[in-house]
């Protein structure tokens, strides 16, 4: 590692001075550290911020106003760099209540340079600079004081790298003039993922009522996990809700019946859940529509299937892993699409890969449609 040194900032005072100072930078490169073993919420353990020549680790355990940094996340003229950034998105969104923007996301910035899709901060690190970084401290319990040696060096060269590497990935994207699709990128990130329904991957074979059911109790269990800060499995486990909705049980008496549902949760919210099984919400019943699609017909993807060859053309064209593109599965929305059947367009589908790559096989996939309507 580097022989450079970290600065530890344990005060407001400190937090203050370092942000001021880092107010005057193009771009800081950034990490965070946390523990979300048993809550809902990640638990800030430790910030990191490099430039190219001065590290700073701040501890939020020691703060009391941590202010200066959201200013600093928010600053429209500093860059901030992360790699793969969804997991520190959901930190500083819970801890600060703000998203870093403008945002480069490096991990993003080397899939548009062909460097690999999905690429790990230590392959990239050792692609970029030859360099391997220990992760051993990886499963760390990063809540604990003092920190390790060890830990200290970890996490440190968690961005001291990054800001050694960024303007070499800055220069390359900004030669593409690919700069704006990374920032883009960076506007349109952000936190939960495809969110807990997707997780019901057969609850399409349902009724619309167990699906309604289901779509009722999730979105429940979601508002008591996070109002005791407790991991969704903890309130009440997939498998518990499925069984649920398949026999959508009248009376909570019935309830006792159902394999792994915890009885001191039948005490509690018994009624609860048989009014959300049997009355949902109509926000549950439109969420239940959305999510619980039948899968597409053999038709369908055989269609998606073909369009692929395209969509690897275009990435080809571009330099581009196709990944970053388009995923495998939107290939068959974009037929979907194509033939007018009712879909939700992925926000995804516009800017940069909405003018270059989804408009194009939006085309494609209507006269690949056209084809298949002549011959038939």
């Given at each position: 590692m580097s022989d450079r040194q970290w600065q530890w900032v344990t005060s407001d005072e400190a937090l203050r001075a370092a942000i001021?100072?880092?107010m005057g930078e193009a771009a800081v490169a950034i990490d965070t550290e946390f523990r979300r073993r048993d809550t809902f919420y990640p638990q800030?353990?430790?910030?990191?911020i490099a430039t190219q020549g001065q590290c700073w680790l701040?501890?939020?355990?020691?703060?009391?106003?941590?202010?200066p940094l959201k200013q600093l996340l928010l600053n429209p003229d500093v860059i901030k760099v992360l790699h793969s950034a969804s997991e520190d998105l959901e930190v500083f969104e819970r801890w600060l209540g703000?998203?870093?923007?403008?945002?480069?996301?490096?991990?993003?910035?080397a899939a548009m340079l062909n460097m690999g899709f999905g690429l790990s901060y230590r392959a990239l690190v050792e692609q970029m600079l030859g360099i391997t970084v220990d992760k051993e401290e990886t499963q760390s319990d990063w809540l604990a004081r003092p920190l390790t040696d060890n830990q200290e060096s970890y996490a440190a060269?968690?961005?001291?790298?990054?800001?050694?590497?960024?303007?070499?990935?800055?220069?390359?994207?900004?030669?593409?003039?690919?700069?704006?699709?990374?920032?883009?990128?960076?506007?349109?990130?952000?936190?939960?993922?495809?969110g807990p329904l997707a997780k019901f991957k057969s609850a399409w074979k349902l009724s619309a009522a167990q699906q309604a059911a289901i779509a009722a109790l999730v979105e429940w269990r979601e508002g008591q996990a996070q109002q005791r800060d407790k991991p969704r499995g903890w309130v009440l486990n997939d498998k518990v809700i499925t069984e649920l909705a398949r026999k959508m049980p009248e009376h909570s008496r019935e309830l006792e019946t159902i394999t792994g549902l915890p009885q001191g949760l039948v005490r509690r919210a018994g009624e609860a859940m048989i009014t959300l099984i049997n009355n949902p919400s109509e926000e549950a019943r439109l969420a239940a529509i959305s999510a619980f699609q039948k899968p597409p017909t053999s038709d369908i993807k055989a269609r998606a299937k073909a369009l692929g060859a395209h969509a690897e053309a275009l990435a080809g064209k571009l330099g581009m892993n196709v990944e970053i593109t388009v995923p495998n599965r939107e290939l068959e929305l974009i037929v979907s699409d194509a033939?007018?059947?009712?879909?939700?367009?992925?926000?995804?589908?516009?800017?940069?890969?909405?003018?270059?790559?989804?408009g194009p096989l939006l085309q494609q996939a209507s006269r690949m449609n056209e084809i298949n309507d002549e011959t038939s």
């Open positions: 001021d100072a880092l800030v353990a430790l910030i990191q701040i501890d939020p355990l020691t703060l009391s106003d941590p202010a703000v998203l870093p923007q403008p945002l480069f996301d490096s991990q993003k910035a060269q968690d961005v001291i790298y990054l800001a050694e590497l960024f303007p070499e990935l800055l220069k390359k994207v900004a030669a593409l003039g690919r700069l704006d699709w990374v920032l883009e990128e960076g506007r349109e990130a952000a936190t939960g993922g495809r033939l007018n059947l009712p879909i939700v367009r992925p926000s995804s589908w516009s800017g940069w890969r909405g003018e270059w790559i989804i």
